[in-house]
């Protein structure tokens, strides 16, 4: 039974993947490392109410997954320091920490075009994440690259509305190396990330990119036959037969001390 940290999980990321961990059978104890109290409740949430500049290595308890969707926009920042804070800084110190409490996992959300040498700002912060996040040396390191996240957000973004509307239309010409750029919804990039952590590759560091994320679900278990037939099929539950070593001597206390 599997314990999970989800660091932003107040978001549109976040939230979907709180509610689907807390709803999984595989993990008993989930816990939302927030900067505001959450709306969403279950009996399996423990939600942790911490200022991420003062983020100490006790507020980290171990856990089998360390989930990071913590990101913004320059906009919502109100600067580029801001920014770099919250989808820099914090995603860092945060792996860090984990790698102290000996969380075997951790996963991170970053952006389909994260390069450190993009010439876009954005992309370039999300690339040197990246990378920095690779030279820190996590035991298991799984880097979530979404195309344009849609779903319900609680506030109002311009952009991401006007792109969601064009790639929409856009949806049925992007095909092939252009399929990369299709909108993901949010709820199926956070069961993707389950997914990862539950049946992922098991190697140091693995990107998975939007196309892939959009098509990662659970594996499908096949339903066991409990047909009359094969209850009663004596056969299929014989046990084996017993092999007796006949040659097997015991020895007694008293003839070997002899």
Same mark, same amino acid.
Do not use: C, Q, W, Y
């Given at each position: 039974m599997r314990a999970a940290i989800v660091v932003g999980a107040t978001g549109l990321t976040g939230t979907a993947l709180v509610e689907q961990l807390c709803e999984n059978d595989e993990y008993v104890s989930v816990t939302a490392i927030v900067r505001t109290k959450p709306a969403f409740t279950h009996p399996k949430l423990e939600v942790k109410?911490?200022?991420?500049e003062r983020l100490e290595e006790q507020d980290i308890e171990f856990a089998h997954e360390l989930y990071c969707c913590l990101g913004t926009t320059i906009k919502n920042a109100g600067s580029r320091e801001i920014f770099e804070k919250v989808d820099f800084e914090y995603p860092l110190a945060i792996a860090s920490l984990a790698k102290k409490r000996g969380i075997?996992?951790?996963?991170?959300?970053?952006?389909? +075009?994260?390069?450190?040498h993009s010439p876009f700002y954005y992309n370039r912060v999300k690339g040197k994440l990246e990378q920095d996040l690779i030279e820190l040396g996590l035991q298991r390191l799984s880097i979530i690259r979404p195309s344009l996240l849609v779903g319900q957000r609680q506030e109002f973004?311009? +952009?991401?509305?006007?792109g969601e509307k064009i790639l929409k239309l856009a949806k049925p010409f992007l095909v092939g190396p252009f399929k990369a750029?299709?909108?993901i919804e949010a709820s199926q990039v956070a069961k993707a990330m389950i997914v990862i952590a539950l049946y992922g590759k098991h190697q140091p560091v693995t990107i998975y990119k939007s196309p892939e994320l959009a098509a990662l679900d659970y594996p499908e278990i096949p339903e066991e036959d409990t047909s009359r037939e094969t209850l009663f099929n004596w056969d299929k539950h014989k046990l084996a037969d017993t092999v007796v070593d006949k040659e097997v001597h015991f020895h007694r206390q008293d003839q070997e001390q002899k």
């Open positions: 109410i911490r200022d991420f075997p996992h951790f996963l991170v959300i970053t952006s389909m +075009g994260a390069n450190e973004r311009l +952009g991401e509305k006007v750029a299709r909108a």
